[in-house]
Nanobody
Framework: VQLQASGGGTVQAGDSLRLSCAAS????????MGWFRQAPGKEREFVAS????????YYADSAKGRFTISRDNAKNMVNLEMNSLKPEDTAVYYC?????????????????WGQGTQVTVSS
């Protein structure tokens, strides 16, 4: 599967952004999906994930209550709605797909990655 992330930009603290990830292929619903981010000088970290049908979601503590992950299997899309953005949310955001059977926050369990989209939050 090929992934294409979009929707990043430069916003002010407190603003919102919606990231989207378009997936190719006809087996999108067989992957659980995740969003990760990588700030300059830091390791790539888990943000959120969603199960195959979208019935369950998981979030990093930093994202709970502010970010919402969703998917539309009919459109091969996964989205990340980000509200109340903070300067520490500044990073390149990546969507990822996993063929695994257990949803995980571990980036090495994800098989496919998009190219990333930059999110910059100014104070």
């Amino acid at each position: 599967v090929q992934l294409q992330a979009s929707g990043g930009g430069t916003v002010q603290a407190g603003d919102s952004l919606r990231l989207s990830c378009a997936a190719s292929g006809r087996t999108f619903s067989s992957y659980y999906m995740g969003w990760f981010r990588q700030a300059p000088g830091k390791e790539r970290e888990f943000v959120a994930s969603i199960t195959w049908s979208g019935g369950r979601t998981y979030y990093a503590d930093s994202a709970k209550g502010r970010f919402t992950i969703s998917r539309d299997n009919a459109k091969n899309m996964v989205n990340l709605e980000m509200n109340s953005l903070k300067p520490e949310d500044t990073a390149v955001y990546y969507c990822a797909a996993s063929r695994g059977t257990i949803v995980t926050m571990l980036r090495n369990q994800y098989d496919y990655w998009g190219q990333g989209t930059q999110v910059t939050v100014s104070s």
